[in-house]
């Protein structure tokens, strides 16, 4: 699953032509429905859409918010989790209180300013700064899609899958039973942070930290996030799983 304001074509890079993997648009993106209701109710209904086959999720900053999520209400479903670059949730009311007065900003730019205005500051931002180090062609491709979203889509994204409405998911993470897997770029200094304090209230997690990569891995190095999916999958396939 990607994140905010991607595709499932961004997993493109880093399994190209792979059957045996499911990348969907997420809510709201492209040309996915909006959320169907509030967070729980949105996540509740992505659940009921994934294949019984599944066992395994993947997933990217909002994307990796939502697994969790999906963790969090069915803990059995799901034999390994693979989060990049994400957030379990606020805990503290007035963080989320201060995250929702945030995204009103956002989405207040995206519906009486444009699509345009908005991509433009969201790329913008202290936590995508690594990405000028990409090629031109590179970012021009992320800007396309980007720019091929509804703003009323993200808007309602913003306001019903923002952080500040998503339940923390710690102590689901905690008392989940199967392989969770986390990967980060180390010089996403926020996201670090937040990897360890993961770490350290479930020491089971199996960290990965790629060098000198930045909030974005599928971007920045998609072979590299290839290789460390690979290698976790095959380990948790080969560990017996904890009941």
Do not use: K
Not at 2 to 30: N, Y
Not at 221 to 237: G, H, K, T
């Amino acid at each position: 699953m990607h994140g905010f304001t991607g595709g499932g074509a961004d997993w493109s890079r880093v399994f190209p032509d792979d059957p045996t993997r499911l990348a969907i648009d997420l809510p709201g993106h492209l040309t996915s429905p909006d959320p169907p209701g509030g967070y729980l109710e949105s996540i509740r209904a992505l659940l009921a859409t994934l294949p019984a086959s599944i066992d395994d999720v993947i997933g990217y900053s909002l994307g990796g918010r939502i697994a969790l999520s999906l963790i969090q209400l069915a803990p059995d479903r799901f034999r390994t989790a693979t989060i990049l670059s994400a957030h379990p949730g606020l805990r503290d009311p007035s963080l989320r209180a201060q995250r929702r007065l945030a995204d009103q900003v956002w989405i207040r730019l995206l519906r009486e300013h444009g699509l345009d205005a908005f991509v433009t500051a969201w790329e913008q931002q202290p936590l995508f700064r690594t990405q000028a180090r990409l090629a031109p062609e590179l970012l021009a491709q992320q800007r396309a899609r980007r720019l091929s979203h509804r703003p009323d889509g993200l808007a309602c994204v913003l306001e019903r899958l923002g952080l500040g409405e998503m339940p923390s998911t710690w102590d689901a993470l905690a008392d989940y039973r199967g392989q969770l897997n986390w990967i980060i770029g180390s010089e996403d200094r926020r996201f670090q942070a937040i990897a360890h304090t993961v770490l350290a209230q479930r020491p089971a997690t199996r960290l990965m930290v790629l060098e000198a990569v930045g909030h974005n891995p599928l971007l920045e190095a998609p072979e590299r996030v290839l290789a460390a999916v690979s290698f976790q999958l095959i380990q948790s396939r080969d560990a017996p799983r904890a009941v």
